[in-house]
């Protein structure tokens, strides 16, 4: 019952990976989703942001305005680390109970934690690996403007509010590099699925 980590910074192709490797039949759990999930309205979590950054980070439907919470944290890393502590240790719940119903489904199955933020999170949980999907700074800037419109600043901004390359690929038993085709991304995913499988 392999339990996998999968991460990378923002347009490392890390999303690319996690689709090949569910195609072949890995169990997918993405952090993201989870995140979304304990943040939504009526949930502890969110009342607990509420609480602790304002009611205007609040939309008037009750969902959280990521936008407006965003803007009151990024750059400021003491706030940064209170909104942590409210997420993720729901975050890390959350994901356990998953991870465990999968098992429990299927006791052989290969399961893939999907978590841009592992070496901010949780990078000493017993992962049987860790995979990292790794492109140089300036082709996922790059990327970020011709997928996402960003203006290149505000690119190398996002990109320079994630931990750095060298502690994230400190972490890696895998690191699958991105930064060539598509496919190359593909066939290197496919060759560790076969690893994987063995």
Request: glycine content about 6%.
């Amino acid at each position: 019952m392999p339990l996998i980590a999968l991460t990378g910074g923002i347009a490392s192709g890390k999303s690319t990976i996690a689709a090949r490797l569910a195609e072949h039949g890995a169990v997918i759990v993405d952090a993201d989703a989870i995140v979304r999930d304990v943040q939504a309205p009526g949930s502890p979590v969110l009342a607990a942001i509420a609480a602790e950054f304002g009611a205007d980070v609040l939309r008037p439907d009750g969902a959280l305005d990521r936008a407006e919470l965003g803007r009151r944290v990024f750059g400021n890393p003491e706030r940064l680390s209170r909104l942590n502590a409210l997420v993720h240790p729901a975050v890390r719940a959350q994901s356990q109970r998953r991870f465990a119903a999968a098992f429990a489904r299927d006791p052989a199955a290969v399961v893939v934690y999907d978590v841009p933020l592992l070496a901010e999170a949780r990078a000493h949980d017993p992962w049987e690996l860790v995979v990292v999907a790794h492109a140089p700074a300036d082709v996922r800037a790059e990327r970020l403007v011709r997928r996402r419109g960003m203006t290149r600043e505000d690119a190398l901004a996002r990109i320079g509010s994630q931990v750095g390359d060298d502690e994230r690929l400190r972490l890696a038993d895998v690191v699958i590099d991105t930064s060539g085709t598509i496919e190359d991304t593909l066939r290197r995913t496919d060759e560790l699925w076969e690893r994987l499988s063995a």
